[in-house]
């Protein structure tokens, strides 16, 4: 079965430190997209992407990167952790037709 | 730009009616969407709703959709206790060629 897969789940990482969290689906979708998730706010878009080679910046992007450099994968970067930084983040990939979203189980970041 | 609103929390008994509502204010948004979280998961969706339509059924889902007052409501059925969840209402101005906006999400308490 297709599925869209983060790593790792959770991470406790210190301020100032870089981080990657992993995204990997396998329903062959041109469309991905990572958001967080905190109380009060729902979920935010952080970053999202077309298709290879296409990056665009969400809502919350200032402190994050992402690259495209194959259909399967959209890795989130942040390049210096800061403690608002802590919120669960979620990658999900889309279909073209209804924009239906699939979700990965989510990544708890702790930044100390 | 783009927002959706909901309240944040909903009680209901057992065996009665849920209803979750939402507001958006984005006039071009063509599908709406209900999704659903439960504890330590990603999302997944419940029920979409083209701009074209006012009501669609599925089972105990009722959505139901003023374009005029951009209101968008979901009515579960016979509420059970594995219901309790995370509603996310979100929309798009066009399916999978658009990003999809959140709401805050409206937490739903089953009383047995």
């Known amino acids: 079965d297709a599925e869209i897969t983060q790593s790792p789940r959770h991470k406790i990482t210190e301020t100032g430190r870089q981080v990657t969290l992993a995204c990997h689906q396998t329903?062959?979708?041109?469309?991905m997209f990572w958001y967080r998730q905190d109380l009060g706010h729902g979920l935010r878009l952080i970053h999202y992407s077309y298709g290879v080679q296409d990056t665009n910046k969400g809502e919350v992007s200032d402190g994050y990167s992402v690259s495209r450099s194959n259909t399967e994968d959209l890795p989130l970067t942040l390049e210096s952790a800061a403690s608002s930084q802590t919120s669960v983040y979620f990658c999900?990939?889309?279909?073209?037709?209804?924009?239906?979203?699939?979700f990965g189980e989510g990544s708890r970041l702790t930044v100390l | 730009g783009e927002d959706v609103e909901q309240s944040l929390f909903l009680s209901v008994r057992e065996g009665d009616s849920s209803v979750i509502n939402c507001t958006y204010t984005?006039?071009?948004?063509?599908?709406l969407y209900w999704y659903k979280q439960e504890p330590g998961a990603g999302l997944q969706l419940l029920t979409y709703?083209?701009?074209?339509?006012d009501m669609k059924q599925d089972q105990r889902l009722t959505v139901l959709l003023n374009k005029k007052d951009k209101h968008l409501s979901l009515r579960i059925a016979d509420t059970q206790t594995g219901d309790s969840a995370i509603y996310f209402c979100a929309e798009s101005r066009s399916g999978g060629y658009q990003k999809v906006t959140f709401g805050t999400g409206t937490k739903l308490q089953v009383i047995p």
């Open positions: 709703i083209f701009s074209n339509m």
């Open positions: 329903w062959n979708h041109n469309n």
């Open positions: 999900a990939s889309s279909e073209r037709e209804t924009g239906e979203l699939f």
């Open positions: 984005d006039s071009s948004s063509t599908y």
